[in-house]
């Protein structure tokens, strides 16, 4: 069974860093592309961020271009996302989802609230 | 990278069919056959129900079909259930990035 468990979401001051790790299992990791995709209170999905399989090639949202870096390691089934300068704005559930896209399989997400 | 355009609602009563369409431009929905419908119910995470402009992923409800024309594609539900009211969202590869959603459509059966 396909499995996405996001961790590391909290609460932080604007201008804070935050590190999210997303736990895979039951597929072949290193086979997959995968992806970052957010959530707002009460707002609709936005796409974050995408990595390649074997990490080479990453495309970020231009809200989050400069600020956020994703990245991946396949010996250790994990997709993470490092996140700094956090604004306001970046309050959302974050989700990390397998795919092209299409997001085939998403995890339950992480809440990140930012607010002093 | 501007979010594709949804109806914020649409309704139907059990039984009934209805639409939900996704608008964006030549740079996405028209430029690609790569659009995909989620169904998210409130709480959860986000179900794949379309790819690819109108493959159903195995599992899902053959009452769910979707279709495209120029820069607007289209989820069609069909014999609504009480169990399909939730949140709809489509996406799109775009020339500048490999997705964008759309502003999404609460469906509601009356």
């Known amino acids: 069974e396909v499995q996405l468990v996001e961790s590391g979401g909290g609460l932080v001051q604007p201008g804070g860093s935050l590190r999210l790790s997303c736990a895979a299992s039951?597929?072949?990791?290193?086979?997959?592309?995968m992806n970052w995709v957010r959530q707002a209170p009460g707002k609709g999905l936005e796409w974050v961020s995408y990595i390649s399989s074997s990490g080479s090639t990453i495309y970020y949202a231009d809200s989050v271009k400069g600020r956020f870096t994703i990245s991946r390691d396949n010996a250790k089934n994990s997709l993470y996302l490092q996140m700094n300068s956090l604004r306001a704005e970046d309050t959302a559930v974050y989700y990390c989802a397998r795919g092209p896209p299409p997001l085939d399989y998403w995890g339950q997400g992480t809440l990140v609230t930012v607010s002093s | 990278q501007s979010a594709l355009t949804q109806p914020a609602s649409v309704s139907g009563s059990p039984g009934q069919s209805i639409t939900i369409s996704c608008t964006g431009t030549?740079?996405?929905?028209?430029?690609?056959?790569?659009v995909s419908w989620y169904q998210q119910h409130p709480g959860k995470a986000p179900k794949l129900m379309i790819y690819e402009v109108s493959n159903r992923p195995s599992g899902v409800s053959n009452r769910f079909s979707g279709s495209k024309s120029g820069n607007t594609a289209s989820l069609t539900i069909s014999g609504l259930q009480a169990e399909d009211e939730a949140d709809y969202y489509c996406?799109?590869?775009?020339?500048?990035?490999?997705?964008?959603f759309g502003t999404g459509t609460k469906v509601t059966v009356l």
């Open positions: 039951g597929f072949t990791f290193s086979s997959y592309e």
């Open positions: 996406s799109s590869y775009t020339s500048s990035s490999p997705c964008v």
């Open positions: 030549s740079s996405d929905v028209g430029g690609y056959n790569y």
